[in-house]
């Protein structure tokens, strides 16, 4: 049997291995594996690479993540409130950047692995890399420069200031934001992260128009890559389409790994990735929650039938919501892990 | 003169830049179209027009969806100040985001949108609990409460929508107080607003006035 990597490495070169790799993004359930409160369980890196570790061996899936929670990020960056709820994700309370002058106080930390924020991430991502490291892709998250902004002054402000705000404060905050990006990413990937999640929905022609997607946000993205390189890094809008954007991305940054949106026609994507990079066919999460095994089956085939013809393709989920129940979870897997065999 | 003006304003709006529309706004009014038209004839259509181009295009997107809010909010509040009379409410929501939810950009949308329609806002903010949802509806004799849910734990949980609809059927005011939802979970779920008790939901901030003044138009017939 192929480990994960092994896997993920076939599928990336366009061979063949026994099953296309299966990626199912577990992270809030991790503390209702261990029966502790959401903010015990991302009190301590160990626990969260230890409920990786058991949820990857319990369902079989292809990799573990060392992400905590989004906010994180704004912790690194001067964030000391985050709110926690026992169903859902942990969310940024109160937002660094309060006003534009805030955006002159803002400080990047000269070095990311020396902040408290950042010690537990390095310890759960040390156990990971110990115990599953170069047999299961390690994933990390990291925000886009473009995108940051939103978790440190809130969505609605940081549209205000990119859009009708002062252009001078906008360039300020997104240099910096770009020199967190930078560091992030070189820390992840001294950690030991194999996967780098690149995410910013202000890569999709859901958020931005074209034009501006082509004028603003193509220039951050080309910046962002061109300082850290295309190595393990994947395209990744949210739950944002951008199917209109691939072949422009591809052919100016060289990313060669495209996690589209559950909204996206799966087999358009491929036919516009056309063999130079990975699709990643991504199933509505959300309707797991709810959906029979009889549809949870349907919709699994029916994504795998539109990417897999072909290799170079990988199934995933989005950021797993925790309603779902275990049950749906494993008949997703097993779903994907029979229709996804090459050796049926 | 108007057709040429509407096609301006909707490019402008397009474009998401909203210096040219103000200036097509304003080349209209020193043209003599009444501040009336102006947002009667253009803002409001333009809305519409926005919300039929996300129906039948992929290129509509949150940033012009933010844009034609923030800028019909920014004409209207101009005009209305300069309208010969007051112009007469179509009714009255409470919105807010649902209790553990923070996520504030959708209902700004909806808000600036709804200024345009003459439906009066009253905005709770973000975070807010089941009953003050309630209180502010009687309080303000408003026909509908939006609620604005991010998450899939504040749209299904026992907090938000769910809990305003069990309070309306205790106090008896179903039939007087409608309730709309909107935010991303309800996208991927276009039947989660019936799990969770809702009378209507809007599949984003430009479409909700609609929805909205459907349901003030039935609390009132």
Redesign the interface.
């Given at each position: 049997m192929s480990t994960g990597m092994q896997r993920l490495t076939a599928a990336m070169k366009g061979e063949t291995s026994d099953r296309i790799p299966v990626f199912c993004n577990l992270i809030d359930q991790g503390a209702r594996e261990l029966g502790i409160s959401p903010r015990q369980y991302y009190a301590d890196g160990a626990q969260v690479a230890q409920a990786q570790l058991r949820m990857r061996e319990k369902y079989g899936h292809d990799n573990v993540w060392s992400l905590f929670y989004v906010g994180k990020e704004a912790e690194l960056l001067g964030c000391s409130k985050i709110?926690f709820?026992a169903?859902?994700?942990p969310?940024?309370?109160e937002f660094v950047i309060k006003g534009y002058d805030d955006i002159d106080r803002l400080r990047v930390p000269d070095d990311l692995t020396a902040h408290p924020a950042f010690r537990e991430e390095l310890k759960c991502l040390a156990i990971l890399k110990r115990e599953v490291g170069g047999d299961y892709p390690i994933c990390a998250y990291i925000t886009s420069t473009m995108t940051l902004p939103a978790l440190l002054m809130?969505?609605?402000k940081w549209?205000?200031l990119?859009?009708?705000g002062p252009a001078e404060r906008r360039d300020a905050l997104l240099a910096k934001c770009h020199a967190f990006f930078v560091k992030e990413m070189t820390a992840y990937r001294d950690a030991g992260a194999d996967v780098l999640v690149y995410s910013n929905p202000f890569g999709?022609?859901?958020?931005?128009?074209?034009?501006?997607f082509l004028e603003h946000s193509l220039p951050w993205i080309e910046k962002d890559i061109g300082a850290v390189g295309t190595a393990g890094i994947v395209y990744y809008c949210g739950?944002s389409?951008f199917n209109?954007v691939i072949d422009t991305v591809l052919e100016r940054t060289g990313i060669g790994v495209y996690y589209l949106s559950?909204l996206d026609d799966v087999a358009e994507g491929k036919r516009i990735i056309a063999g130079r990079g990975l699709t990643c066919g991504v199933i509505?999460d959300?309707?797991l929650?709810?959906w029979t095994r009889e549809q949870i089956r349907n919709e699994v085939r029916r994504l795998i039938e539109a990417g897999m013809p072909g290799g170079k393709f990988l199934f995933g989920t989005g950021v797993m919501?925790?309603?779902i129940p275990e049950e749906n979870i494993r008949t997703m897997l097993e779903a994907a892990y029979e229709f996804g065999s090459y050796r049926r | 003169m108007l057709e040429s003006i509407i096609k301006a304003y909707n490019e402008a709006i397009f474009d998401t830049d909203r210096e040219r529309a103000l200036q097509v706004i304003h080349a209209a009014l020193e043209q003599g179209v009444s501040p009336e038209d102006v947002v009667f004839k253009i803002v409001v259509p333009a809305i519409e027009q926005m919300v039929t181009s996300i129906s039948e295009n992929f290129d509509a997107n949150l940033a012009q969806h933010f844009m034609t809010a923030q800028i019909a909010a920014e004409v209207t509040e101009e005009m209305l100040a300069r309208f010969k009379s007051a112009p007469e409410s179509v009714g009255r929501i409470i919105i807010g985001t649902a209790e553990g939810d923070l996520h504030s950009l959708g209902k700004r949308i909806v808000m600036g949108c709804l200024k345009a329609q003459m439906i009066e806002a009253v905005d709770l903010g973000v975070n807010v609990p089941a009953e003050r949802f309630v209180d502010e509806a009687v309080a303000r004799d408003a026909q509908v409460i939006g609620i604005s849910a991010m998450m899939v734990h504040t749209a299904r949980g026992e907090g938000g929508c769910r809990a305003v609809r069990r309070l309306l059927r205790e106090r008896g005011l179903e039939k007087r107080i409608m309730i709309v939802v909107g935010g991303a979970p309800y996208r991927f779920d276009p039947e989660l607003y019936r799990v969770v008790g809702a009378d209507a939901w809007a599949e984003n901030g430009i479409a909700a006035g609609r929805v909205i003044a459907g349901l003030i138009g039935e609390v009132r017939r």
């Open positions: 709110r709820h169903q859902g994700p969310n940024v309370e809130g969505m609605e549209m205000e990119l859009f009708i999709s022609t859901d958020t931005v128009p074209m034009r501006y739950t389409r209109r559950p509505n959300i309707g929650i709810d919501p925790c309603q | -």
